[in-house]
């Protein structure tokens, strides 16, 4: 409090003396360049540094004021560099600051040039951050579109091993219902050609009963044409002899009687 107190006090003293310093090196500034263009003052300026260093300084006669950079600023205090500090741990512990960056930032001796390049990094990191982020969701993205790609691509290959295993199955099941065909086929065939052997067989055991029948009837007709015949002879034979009448019911006898 009593360093606070005497910086107080004596502030005035020391802008005062800040501004007259400053002030100084600027009309210095300013009467180099007036005693470079009267001959007088160049003159005497020639004799005191020589005829090349007053060429040299011939430049200084087409600068402004502003160009001669001339400013004044003290070292920071023991309470600056805390505060420096404390923003520079702050930016740190919010991640808006590199390490790196806080190094250089405490080798600046000026307090407002080390707050305004403090500034400068924040905003830079800020700038980086958003890029990298950016290009975390870009690559996030392509990583989905990489992993929806592969599950579509993975997809089409199931569904495409799905539709080969069923055309297998269903050219297996169509050649399975050839064979089938074939097979029901083969057996038809087979049996109508056993039909058609029994009735071969069957047409075959009618035609020969029918021949036996009708082999049988021609038989009996020729027995019965030999009978009427024998009868005829048998009833000539009675009237030219007339015998008995003769029972043709009963077998003849005689000609039961075997020939010796």
Do not use: C
């Amino acid at each position: 409090m009593a360093a606070n107190a005497s910086n107080v006090a004596t502030r005035h003293i020391n802008q005062s003396s800040l501004y007259l310093t400053l002030k100084l090196a600027e009309n210095i500034a300013l009467k180099i360049s007036d005693a470079l263009e009267f001959p007088l003052t160049r003159s005497a300026l020639q004799k005191s540094i020589s005829t090349f260093n007053t060429e040299t300084l011939d430049e200084v006669s087409n600068l402004n004021l502003h160009d001669f950079w001339i400013f004044l600023e003290l070292e920071p205090d023991d309470e600056e560099l805390a505060q420096l500090e404390a923003n520079i741990q702050v930016s740190l512990q919010q991640g808006s600051l590199n390490l790196e960056d806080a190094i250089d930032l405490r080798q600046i001796k000026n307090l407002k040039l080390a707050n305004q390049m403090l500034k400068i990094k924040r905003k830079a990191k800020a700038k980086q951050d958003q890029a990298n982020q950016q290009a975390n969701i870009a690559a996030q993205g392509q990583a989905q579109a990489d992993t929806a790609e592969k599950s579509a691509m993975a997809e089409v290959q199931k569904q495409e091993a799905i539709m080969g295993a069923n055309v297998q199955f269903e050219q297996s099941k169509n050649q399975m219902e050839i064979q089938r065909m074939e097979i029901a086929a083969q057996l038809e065939a087979q049996k109508m050609q056993s039909k058609f052997q029994y009735d071969m067989q069957l047409k075959q055991l009618d035609v020969q009963t029918i021949q036996q029948k009708e082999g049988a009837i021609e038989d009996r007709k020729d027995k019965r044409s030999k009978m009427e015949a024998t009868q005829q002879s048998e009833l000539i034979s009675q009237r030219q002899n007339d015998s008995l009448p003769k029972n043709f019911e009963q077998p003849d006898m005689a000609s039961m009687t075997p020939s010796v």
